[in-house]
């Protein structure tokens, strides 16, 4: 009998030592948490319940996965709380993550958080009215290098964001003296859209997808696209590089982890996330909100990152708004 028990319990010792959820080494072992830093119903949300969806839906992983809104500061709230949660809470960035920063609107950095990807990107456009005199993005360009003041430019929601930035870029590779634009700013990218029907302005910068439905109606004409080939449903529309500004620029959304994540955390997330992008949910859901295909993994992201905390740095030190 005390042989049958001492074998009993060196088997039950051993199935523990080989169970995947022994001593706390499996993952996850509790529900998820997507962490939207905004209102219900804007591109992070939108990005976080696309994620919930599709893992949800393809059985990719087996956790109920929770949203939580936590709008405010754009998007300090959301980031502050996920700083002190652990890896079974993701949340939502984009380059306000790094800008916030840059412009001293935030003491967090990319660096406070473990990157766990790049998930898509939109493209930026630049648009004058249908009626404009202007017809290239060349021609724009040519008339803001003669006099950086000629022309009003119209942005939504506040300079330094991806809109104002993206312009910078393709003004600044043209040769414009950047600090000497005329923006105007507005509320919203719809307050933008109105402006310029009305020709209070003579161009304006926003995302692809806000540009496109004006366009499909015939009320403005998109000059160029961010993009580094022309997109569908815009074969007719140059990119900048067509049009003699050798730049492209993503208007990126990824989902980062708290500090301090361990290896195989992030391995779970690399390998859920990669199989996730390929399913044809997601690509659908690609499709339906006017994005693009942009995945990158951890270390990819990490690398990405770094990259465009330096593009932003000199981006808005061009643009005037910080030294």
Request: glycine content about 8%; proline content about 5%.
């Amino acid at each position: 009998m005390k042989k049958f028990l001492l074998a009993a319990s060196l088997l039950l010792t051993l199935t523990a030592c080989t169970s995947p959820n022994a001593g706390g080494s499996s993952f996850p072992v509790k529900n998820i948490e997507f962490v939207a830093p905004a209102s219900p119903g804007g591109g992070w949300d939108t990005t976080a319940r696309a994620m919930q969806k599709t893992l949800d839906d393809e059985g990719i992983v087996k956790k109920p996965i929770n949203i939580v809104n936590k709008p405010g500061g754009s998007g300090e709230v959301g980031w502050k709380y996920l700083k002190n949660k652990d890896a079974h809470t993701l949340a939502v960035n984009s380059s306000l993550l790094i800008t916030n920063n840059l412009l001293g609107q935030s003491d967090l950095t990319y660096d406070d958080f473990t990157p766990i990807a790049i998930l898509a990107t939109e493209w930026e456009a630049v648009v004058v009215p249908k009626d404009s005199d202007i017809e290239k993005a060349e021609d724009l360009m040519t008339k803001l290098k003669k006099d950086p003041k000629s022309l009003k430019l119209g942005v939504a929601p506040g300079l330094g964001n991806d809109d104002h930035l993206s312009f910078v870029q393709a003004a600044k590779t043209y040769g414009v003296e950047v600090p000497k634009l005329d923006f105007l700013v507005y509320e919203s990218g719809g307050d933008v859209a109105t402006a310029l029907l009305g020709n209070h302005i003579d161009a304006a910068t926003m995302s692809v997808s806000e540009a496109k439905e004006q366009y499909k109606a015939g009320k403005v004409k998109i000059l160029a696209v961010s993009s580094k080939e022309r997109l569908e449903g815009l074969e007719k529309v140059p990119t900048w590089k067509e049009e003699g500004v050798d730049m492209s620029f993503p208007h990126w959304r990824g989902i980062m982890g708290p500090p301090d994540m361990s290896e195989e955390e992030i391995a779970f997330w690399d390998e859920k996330i990669s199989e996730m992008v390929k399913t044809e949910a997601w690509k659908e859901i690609l499709q339906n909100n006017e994005w693009e295909a942009y995945y990158k993994n951890s270390s990819e992201t990490k690398k990405f990152l770094q990259e465009q905390n330096e593009m932003y740095k000199d981006l808005l030190n061009d643009s005037g708004l910080t030294e």
